[in-house]
Nanobody
Framework: EVQMVESGGGMVQAGESLRLSCAAS????????IAWFRQDPGKEREGVSC????????YYADSVKGRFTISRDNAKKTVYLQMNNLKPEDTAVYFC???????????????????RGQGTQVTVSS
């Protein structure tokens, strides 16, 4: 059974940090690029960050550059999203997704995935 399980969400104040984790199982994790997407009710889904299967290429949405860092541990089949200096506009449900895109950067924009998790809520108060 394929699973992607996010954890680490919560409620914080602006300027604080959170670290999200995405634990995967049931598929060959090392063959997949992983991305974090977020969606807030009433807003479009946004690609936040993605990382190549070999951990040598990362991309970020302009809205999070310099504040968020994505990383992965293929041995643990886990991807992390370190989120610093959080802002109220970062409030959303964050979910991780796995895919094998031809264009990693474009994947953040167009979305799509083979597998995804249920998401974890991040709420940032001002």
């Amino acid at each position: 059974e394929v699973q992607m399980v996010e954890s680490g969400g919560g409620m914080v104040q602006a300027g604080e940090s959170l670290r999200l984790s995405c634990a995967a199982s049931g598929f060959n994790f090392a063959d997949y690029a992983i991305a974090w997407f977020r969606q807030d009710p009433g807003k479009e889904r946004e690609g936040v960050s993605c990382i190549s299967k070999s951990d040598d290429t990362t991309y970020y949405a302009d809205s999070v550059k310099g504040r968020f860092t994505i990383s992965r541990d293929n041995a643990k089949k886990t991807v992390y999203l370190q989120m610093n200096n959080l802002k109220p506009e970062d409030t959303a449900v964050y979910f991780c997704a796995a895919s094998r895109p031809l264009d990693l950067e474009r994947w953040l924009v167009v979305g799509g995935y083979e597998y995804r998790g249920q998401g974890t809520q991040v709420t940032v108060s001002s």
